[in-house]
């Protein structure tokens, strides 16, 4: 058979297993959808209303420039069209990212326990990967920046805010890592949390560099996971590459429609972020309550220090499954002592709560 | 910058313009959309109420697995969801195939002039495209096959129906075809069409063979082509691959909603294509009526030869356009005598009919 020997060796993992096949294994629904920072606040009513509307013109593709998106998101950023790349969620972005830019045997560097689309994407490309740790649960700049110089790594992956820590640098820092880059290696700026992150965490987005490249998405704060796009900013001679590789027909002629929508309906996103703002709280509060320690947030998750190993969250997280509420942990040491919530309405988190205290007595119990 | 030196390499060119971009630069929007083969006859009302519908559940992702669409497609089909890989469209499916299958140098061989997003996918990733012409204008079986043993290539590319002439093989061709493909040899049946062809032209769809991966989409006889859905009906373990470097959650929570209310309204798309088949024999008259020659076809496009070169025929195209309706012409001879117009309703066809007309008096005048 014609595959090459890349293909033939990568394994058929998945980088996440989707709520519904835990419900498939489970045998029933879960009550609460809690795990993968999806937000339960859904979509502005103006975005549904556009993608309902867009949904019975779609006999026609989708305008493969994306335009019309591009011009708004440009606008809304105070830079040009040609500062903007859209495409079916970062992850998608991912993959076009590696397919530019890795060759078997290239580096990429990331952290120990980071988002593992990054990694899924580099390895399918053949790329090797670097690991950093994290430094007090948070992205480590310094060693970050040392091992892309010392092992001339093509990409450096950076999130802010983070994932699964939910933690976030501020500005200055950032902006240090843009400048120290070296400038033979890509800095891959994964701000999908970015709308809910405190101002002081976002370096300005018009400092446009050629060799970063930031990634937003409309899938958590504008609440449009289950749509699919997202767009990259950056310099345009970066951005162009992109082009060159893309499915052009690939984002959805909804999801330019209600992109557009979420884009014009700021209200609603303030709303939003204000509604996962009170939610993190309350959910930190939860943590508290059961002598267990929530790590700051800037996201629409609480990732929650069960003070333990990873055997004992694990548990903790069984314990939780089972009483039909999905959350997910974070699966590499030392990260894997955590469980991370994500944010849900009051009642969602009441069940998340109550779910947490049988879980955590029993594991309690049992481990001792 | 670290691109690789093939994405450096890589033209930015783009498989399709368009029609947005067509109108953009005209300055007019056109008044019937009648060249990038989408069905005017649209989506089932149930497929557009059922993603109304989950536009209202976008906040959460689709189901990385597709579970319940695959369970339904191998339903359809007397297979197992084994069998099926779901994707963003055909063109999303190319993109995973080539980078399953291609290192640099390695070849792939279809017919000149032949659907250019497979070449796009192709050259992306650095694989050599060799081209047979077509004959008598139909791709020529015989000749792929000779090449494929001869260049040891690792992709055939054979559509049936084919897009940009609209013709097909019968069953017995395609399945000597299937049979006589080296062992080493992926064959790409795309089969984008394969619901408006003659049954007879068809396969069993259950004859599944480890190096044939046959492509269907929603895009066309479904009038779904914006929303992005299709799959990959082939042998487990070689389907099994796509798994290894596909982007998991990128078919959307409308689109698999959708899908499955498509595949639910058989009667819809009964009805849709006794529309098409009836437009197309409208459009081959207005065709023999301006004293053009309309190629027999199997598609929801009629290709009509121009007779004479590609100048003329280029001039025709531009007529056509300049009257505001959207339609495409074949880039490479010979296939560039002609022009490819898709079926639309009574009102876009007269409308064409009548550009037609007056495109074909001005370039008779002109070009002698």
């Given at each position: 058979m014609p595959f090459t020997s890349l293909a033939l060796r990568l394994p058929a993992t998945v980088p996440f297993v989707g709520p519904e096949a835990i419900e498939r294994r489970l045998g029933v629904p879960f009550q609460a959808r809690l795990g993968a920072n999806e937000s339960v606040f859904g979509p502005s009513p103006r975005v549904v209303e556009a993608m309902a509307r867009a949904a019975s013109e779609s006999w026609a593709y989708g305008d493969p420039e994306h335009f019309a998106l591009r011009e708004a998101i440009a606008a809304h950023h105070g830079l040009h069209p040609d500062n903007i790349m859209v495409g079916e969620g970062i992850d998608g972005l991912f993959g076009l990212l590696a397919k530019l830019t890795l060759e078997p045997g290239d580096r990429a560097v990331t952290s120990l326990g980071a988002y593992p689309t990054f990694n899924y994407q580099v390895a399918g490309h053949g790329g090797s990967l670097d690991f950093v740790p994290y430094r007090d649960d948070r992205e480590d700049i310094d060693a970050l920046l040392d091992r892309a110089r010392e092992k001339r790594t093509k990409l450096l992956y950076f999130a802010?805010?983070?994932?699964?820590?939910g933690s976030w640098h501020e500005s200055a820092d950032v902006e240090r890592l843009m400048r120290e880059t070296p400038n033979d290696t890509l800095l891959v700026l994964d701000e999908a949390y970015s709308d809910l992150a405190?101002?002081?965490?976002?370096?300005?987005?018009?400092?446009?560099?050629?060799?970063v490249l930031r990634f937003r998405t409309f899938s958590k704060a504008y609440g449009m996971a289950g749509v699919r796009v997202a767009y990259i900013v950056g310099a345009p001679e970066t951005i162009a590459h992109f082009n060159k590789v893309?499915?052009?027909?690939?984002?959805?002629r909804m999801a330019q429609a209600g992109a557009l929508a979420a884009l014009a309906d700021q209200g609603f996103l303030s709303e939003t972020v204000a509604r996962i703002v009170r939610a993190r709280d309350r959910l930190a509060k939860i943590a508290g309550d059961a002598e267990l320690r929530p790590l700051p947030s800037a996201t629409n998750f609480v990732t929650i220090?069960?003070?333990?190993?990873g055997a004992f969250a694990r548990k903790v997280l069984d314990g939780v499954l089972a009483e039909r509420v999905f959350i997910r942990m974070p699966g590499v040491a030392p990260l894997d002592r955590m469980i991370r919530v994500t944010v849900g309405t009051d009642e969602q988190l009441e069940l998340f709560a109550a779910a947490l205290a049988k879980s955590l007595e029993k594991a309690r119990r049992e481990l001792g």
């Open positions: 802010n805010p983070d994932n699964p820590t405190p101002p002081s965490a976002l370096p300005p987005i018009g400092r446009i560099q050629p060799n893309r499915n052009h027909f690939g984002v959805s220090d069960c003070g333990r190993d």
